[in-house]
């Protein structure tokens, strides 16, 4: 169809398609480029947004991780300053409470050494020996009188509870209290196991004069009211006994002492215990806790008094008997013949959250607010929380097992406390904070491997969305949000605030929730972006991300309305499509100019060129008829004999083939013999082996005889034995049995020999049996190898003459092949000839169809001779196929015909520029 087309409209196509095609194809990639680099840097926009608030929020969390990591340790401070203090109260209290005993000790050896109370032990002692121990007679009541007003000012100058002088027996013979111990015996009534008792015993029994005390334990005379005493010899100046005086240990002092308030807050106390075999009580009374309950006597038992008992020292936080946590310092006293230890403690809570003198708020709540978390828990182990800075529906409460343990909170705690780490737990309606979502971050507090408490923080709502909610670079659609796992909304949303802010999202979840492509993406852990459909089912551009916190994972995504990113590319399609309208105008004008000057001067050479390539087309033609009549003559003799060359060729391949079974077969026929005589070999190795085992049974017979022998002789023997025995009567009566046993054990031997040879005699048939039959298997395989040796002799033979017949075929093959190379030869010769006569023709046929092309391609669909161009095309290209027919020959034809032109190395006329230059 285009071959109708005149070259003066081919030009101004081409001239078109030269001036817009570049045009088109440079603006077409420009407007794609362009576009493309716009939406990328709508793209590069958008995860900018994105990896912004990516690093924000990382940087948000870490500082609140940070921040939880400054907490504890001014928790630890805040402890440890506390401890500093409180070891500085207990050390104070211990001192005073080691030099009180060491001063009662002091007051004891100024009292055994009064010459005034040796004077009254000895005066009382020989007045009751002389009245018959009666306390009631007047000469004793006097001499009490007498020596009572100083004993009572002595006592009450020291402030003890009771004076009393006890003679060597144990008779208690005074007693400044007149209690119901006066007048008893110690060692002889139940004072022996009472405090006083123990004091007494212990002194009595010590070498030295050195006083000894009575731990505080229920003492009967005082109504079963703990108390102790401290008891020594009085000894004269010549060293001898003369009795013992004691005193009661007043605890008024001691209270005095250790409930010295000085630095110990509104919680702290220090008090005493002390451990009488199993038995661990106080020795001082508290104030601070147990209702009054808590005095000298009281039994008490905790694990750092324990400790202390056992003589150690040290300072931690425990839990008290009501459950509290308490900081505690503790050591043991060490005062001479008592268990004691001093203890001073204070409430966990108000050590390290009490308000400091002079401020209005405790740190807790100022850390609360410049740092801007919603509250702050102090949590026991067990779960009570102790402290929150909020002070809600929370405080108070057990949070592991209480109301809210299904809380956000109570899970993290319960977390916490089992891996002992920092963890964080993700928002929730929380109750206590009237049912907003809350999210929670926890670390423990350990010292020592000891996990102490857990701190909590109460994250704010405001502080993420404080990042999330800055819309620097988003434009009017634009909004960055983050997604939970829940797909509920972490943050508050920019587009619709009603139903997807944090709080409406958990109020309301099914119009909350966000399930758009680029939120699934990113929690299932993929970063990157795409136009996707958003939570309002707008077409968006949409950056995601995963962010990680802790176990929990958010969906960050930063996303802007397709219109709005896709603005500016739009505007630049307009552009270049005017631009495109006014350039196609400007190249047709120009096209149409340059095509007139060109077709004019090529209308004239077309005329000559026609008239010359008639004439040769004719001649070519008679040249061409008479070579190719011998051409063919030639091929169908060379053809039979290319065929007989066949015939002969396979059949000397089948007779090789024939000569190599048959060396085959001669192969495996002597490999046959070899192995036929090897196993003639074996059987008369066989042979030989059953010949020597029927020797052997042969002697084993023999033996067998022998043994049946003896056996025979040793039954006539034992039966002589028994004859002689019985000729012996009773003197040979042993004898007999003897000789009967005898018998019967030859007898037994003969029948086991009997059997024997029965069973070697059938063994010796057996293999008699054998030997013959390997005799006759030995027989038939020499059969055997005679007839394979006379097979493989006949199959040599056939192996020899295969052979001699393959080389004689392979020499008939040979001559036909000679002669078919002699028929190939004449035959490419005539087909030369042939096809130099059909290349003239093709040749000529071309010139005629080149200017028919020619004058169709400056005048259109016709020649100037009326003739249709495409009718001289056709008969051009049918001489060129034919001339191509004749050169498929022998490739000694194709050789001497390769200097001729072919017509496909004529010029095409299609290729304007070509044959114009």
């Not at 043991?332 to 409430?347: D, E, R, T, Y």
């Not at 909020?390 to 109301?403: F, K, L, Q, V």
């Not at 066949?646 to 083939?657: G, L, Y």
Request: hydrophobic share 40%; glycine share 8%; net charge negative.
């Amino acid at each position: 169809m285009f071959d109708k087309i005149n070259l003066g409209v081919k030009l101004a196509v081409a001239f078109l398609a030269v001036g817009l095609i570049p045009f088109g194809l440079v603006g077409g990639v420009s407007l794609y480029k362009s576009g493309k680099a716009l939406e990328k840097q709508a793209y590069r926009s958008l995860e900018s947004v994105r990896e912004i608030k990516k690093s924000q929020l990382e940087d948000f969390f870490s500082a609140r991780q940070a921040d939880m990591g400054v907490l504890m340790e001014t928790v630890e401070s805040l402890k440890d300053a506390a401890f500093a203090k409180l070891s500085t109260a207990q050390e104070l209290k211990r001192t005073n409470i080691m030099e009180y005993m060491e001063g009662m000790i002091s007051q004891m050896n100024v009292l055994k050494s009064d010459p005034y109370t040796m004077d009254a032990l000895i005066e009382m002692d020989s007045i009751l020996e002389a009245f018959d121990n009666d306390l009631e007679s007047p000469e004793y009541k006097g001499t009490v009188k007498r020596y009572d007003v100083r004993m009572k000012a002595m006592a009450e100058a020291n402030g003890w509870y009771d004076l009393l002088l006890i003679r060597k027996n144990g008779d208690i013979i005074y007693s400044t209290a007149k209690g119901a111990d006066l007048g008893r015996n110690i060692l002889e009534s139940g004072l022996k196991d009472s405090p006083l008792g123990k004091a007494f015993v212990q002194t009595k029994a010590s070498e030295n004069n050195a006083a000894c005390v009575g731990d505080f334990e229920p003492y009967a005379p005082s109504g079963g009211k703990p108390a102790a005493f401290m008891a020594a010899k009085l000894v004269n100046q010549m060293g001898e006994l003369q009795g013992y005086v004691a005193f009661r240990i007043p605890t008024e002092k001691i209270n005095a002492i250790m409930q010295q308030r000085a630095g110990m807050g509104v919680s702290g106390e220090s008090y005493l215990v002390g451990r009488i075999g199993d038995q661990t009580s106080f020795r001082s009374d508290m104030k601070t806790m147990g209702d009054g309950k808590f005095v000298v006597g009281h039994p008490i038992s905790t694990p750092y008094i324990e400790a202390a008992l056992k003589g150690e020292s040290g300072q931690n936080v425990f839990t008290d008997s009501t459950g509290k946590l308490v900081m505690t310092a503790y050591d043991p006293l060490p005062i001479q013949g008592l268990n004691w230890a001093a203890v001073s403690k204070i409430n966990l809570k108000e050590a390290i959250a009490g308000v400091a003198n002079g401020e209005a708020r405790d740190y807790f709540s100022k850390f609360v607010e410049q740092l801007g978390y919603y509250d702050l828990f102090l949590i026991h182990p067990k779960g009570d929380v102790f402290y929150t800075v909020a002070r809600e529906a929370d405080y108070g409460t057990n949070i592991i097992n209480g109301e809210f343990a299904d809380s956000g909170l109570g899970k993290l705690t319960r977390k916490v406390l089992k891996t002992r780490q920092f963890s964080f737990a993700d928002f929730q309606p929380y109750a206590p904070s009237k049912g907003a979502p809350a999210a929670f971050m926890a670390q423990p507090l350990i010292s020592d491997g000891r996990l102490e408490m857990v701190v909590a923080l109460q994250l704010s709502q405001e502080a993420v969305n404080a990042i999330m909610t800055k819309r620097q670079g988003m434009g009017e659609t634009g909004e960055t949000y983050l997604v939970g796992p829940d797909k509920l909304m972490r943050s508050d949303s920019f587009l619709d605030p009603a139903n997807r802010s944090l709080t409406a999202s958990f109020a309301n979840p099914q119009a909350g929730s966000v399930d758009a492509p680029g939120a699934r993406a990113a929690l299932s852990g993929q970063t990157g972006k795409g136009v996707f459909p958003n939570y309002r089912g707008d077409s968006v551009l949409c950056a995601y991300t995963p962010i990680k916190f802790g176990d929990t994972a958010w969906a960050l995504a930063a996303e802007i309305n397709e219109d709005e990113a896709f603005s500016s590319s739009k505007a630049i399609m307009g552009l270049m499509g005017l631009i495109a309208l006014i350039t196609f105008a400007a190249v047709v004008v120009v096209a149409f100019l340059v095509t007139r000057y060109i077709t004019k001067p090529i209308n004239q050479a077309i005329e000559g060129l026609n008239q010359g390539a008639e004439e040769v087309s004719s001649a070519s033609c008679q040249v061409s008829s008479a070579s190719q009549s011998l051409a063919e003559g030639a091929s169908q003799q060379a053809a039979s004999l290319e065929q007989t060359s066949s015939f002969i060729e396979e059949m000397t391949a089948a007779t090789r083939q024939n000569a190599e079974s048959a060396n085959q077969a001669n192969a495996l026929m002597q490999e046959a013999g070899q192995v036929v005589a090897m196993a003639n070999a074996s059987m008369g190795e066989l042979t030989y082996s059953i010949e020597e085992i029927a020797k052997v049974s042969g002697e084993t017979s023999k033996i067998i005889k022998t043994i049946d022998e003896i056996a025979f002789q040793t039954n006539l023997l034992a039966l002589n034995a028994a004859v002689e025995a019985a000729r012996a009567g009773e003197a040979g009566a042993g004898f007999a049995v003897v000789a009967g046993e005898v018998r019967n054990l030859a007898t037994r031997a003969a029948q086991a020999a009997g059997n024997t040879a029965g069973l070697i005699e059938g063994t010796v048939k057996k293999v008699a049996e054998g030997a013959d039959l390997v005799k006759d298997a030995n027989d038939a395989f020499m059969e055997v190898s005679n007839t394979a040796s006379k097979v493989g002799k006949i199959v040599e033979e056939i192996a020899a003459a295969s052979d001699e017949q393959a080389r004689g075929i392979e020499s008939v093959s040979k001559a036909v092949g000679e002669m078919e190379q002699v028929t190939q030869q004449n035959a490419s010769s005539a087909e030369e000839s042939a096809s130099a006569s059909q290349q003239m023709n093709a040749q000529a046929e071309q010139m005629k169809s080149v200017v028919s092309r020619l004058a169709a391609l400056i005048q259109g669909s016709s020649g100037r001779n009326g003739k249709p161009a495409k009718d001289s095309k056709r008969a051009a290209v049918h001489s060129y196929e034919q001339a191509e027919a004749q050169t498929s020959g022998p490739p000694s034809a194709r050789e001497h015909s390769a200097e001729l032109v072919r017509p496909h190395d004529i010029p095409d006329m299609d290729q304007t520029d070509d044959w114009i230059d």
